[in-house]
């Protein structure tokens, strides 16, 4: 059965969103809902069974000491009120609801409908594993039908393909992975390509990872800073004039520049990345600060976009890294760095399902194809919450809201 056996098996945005929250929301109450973006991709009765009993189970993690003297030591942005928080916090399992939903005329297969709803600063770490969960069970119960032969080794081919090309990139697999034990293989399959010299002559890096318990298990860097649901909860809460630089303003005040920039990396694709760019050409000291986070659209068109910014406000593009995190594989990132050095540009990549949920069948032929899924910020102390991506088939929110953000931003209906 899949089990989560450490409070930190999550990715490290969590914990500096959720301190964030600690100091900007304490009060804030939020619902997150569950989407199944995959087609003719179905849950069973069995699965969902199962994934009701391990997200029980997650009420029993707590922070252990050694856990906690590391993360104050490798994480120093996460101050000591915070990690107190943190040893004393436990799940709670009610504050989920799941339900499984048959098909017509077929009673045992079926979507999961889920929710979680609660104090922001609880329900906030719900996201990461009960993805990681449903999709880890999903592949033990109904999709058996894959090869798990030589991950280590798969792994380690990928790492040399990137780093050989002076590729810097981190591990972003959490989310949506096959299991933990196939992530752990991962990231040591990583690390071997770049213990073996692999990147030694062209720049080529291995970051970190985003999985905190595996930065603590193997020394590697937790990687990682702010989500989507941040803008979308400022937007809610405060309203969407100057929502994107008013939610950058409210994370400064968390992480002072001065001391934190290497948490000042920023997605640029709640309500659009053009929305964005309108409001943050406007802030030029702010443009300095911070670094760009591509998440959804054409990353080339983004490139040139970004170079416009920075040429525009007189700013040196070579110091403005931008981290790409779209679906990316080798070719993928290959093709983007390419972009980038033409265009003056530095770059990394935060790659995730291609690193952790990469399996073909297990006769060899074909793809077992990885769960399409997502959970978002639904509402926020019941203000419905939105997202307009730069790809129309990621957008969420009630109809209604997102028509009314698109009106407000000027984007065009598809």
């Not at 179905?42 to 906690?68: H, I, P, S, W």
């Not at 594989?329 to 760095?337: E, R, Y």
Request: aromatic residues 10%.
């Amino acid at each position: 059965m899949a089990e989560i056996t450490s409070i930190l098996d999550t990715d490290l945005y969590k914990l500096t969103m959720q301190q964030a929250v600690l100091r900007q929301f304490p009060d804030a109450v939020a619902k997150y809902r569950f989407t199944n973006r995959s087609q003719n991709m179905y849950f069973t009765a069995e699965c969902v069974g199962q994934f009701r009993n391990t997200v029980a189970k997650l009420k029993d993690l707590a922070l252990t000491k050694e856990e906690r003297i590391w993360l104050a030591n490798k994480c120093p942005y996460l101050k000591s009120d915070y990690l107190d928080y943190l040893e004393q916090y436990r799940y709670k399992p009610e504050q989920v609801v799941i339900k499984f939903t048959p098909l017509q005329g077929d009673a045992n297969r079926g979507q999961v409908e889920m929710t979680a709803e609660g104090p922001w600063i609880e329900t906030i770490l719900w996201e990461i594993p009960l993805m990681a969960l449903l999709s880890e069970t999903y592949f033990r119960v109904v999709d058996t039908d894959w090869n798990n032969e030589k991950q280590v080794e798969r792994a380690y081919r990928k790492g040399k393909d990137l780093l050989s090309v002076g590729s810097t990139f981190s591990e972003f697999g959490t989310r949506r992975r096959r299991s933990f034990a196939v992530q752990d293989e991962v990231v040591q399959g990583l690390i071997h390509a770049e213990r073996d010299g692999y990147g030694a002559q062209t720049g080529g890096k291995l970051l970190g990872t985003s999985n905190v318990h595996l930065a603590h298990k193997y020394g590697l860097t937790p990687i990682g800073t702010i989500a989507h649901e941040w803008f979308m909860a400022t937007g809610a809460v405060y309203g969407y004039e100057g929502a994107n630089i008013r939610a950058l303003s409210l994370w400064e005040q968390v992480y002072p520049p001065s001391e934190m920039s290497g948490l000042l990396i920023c997605l640029t694709d709640t309500f659009s990345s053009d929305a964005f760019f309108r409001e943050f050409i406007h802030v030029p000291e702010m443009v300095k600060r911070w670094r760009l986070r591509q998440d959804s659209g054409d990353p080339v068109e983004y490139v040139a976009k970004a170079k416009a910014l920075y040429d525009s406000l007189g700013i040196d593009a070579s110091e403005k890294p931008i981290v790409f995190s779209d679906s990316l594989n080798v070719d993928k990132a290959n093709a983007i760095k390419a972009a980038c050095d033409a265009a003056g540009l530095k770059c990394s990549f935060g790659i995730g399902t291609f690193l952790s949920n990469d399996f073909t069948k297990a006769n060899g032929t074909g793809t077992s194809k990885a769960l399409n899924m997502v959970i978002k910020l639904s509402s926020i102390n019941q203000i419905p919450c939105v997202k307009i991506s730069d790809d129309i088939g990621k957008n969420t929110g009630e109809k209604e809201v997102v028509r009314y953000v698109k009106e407000f931003y000027r984007i065009p209906s598809e």
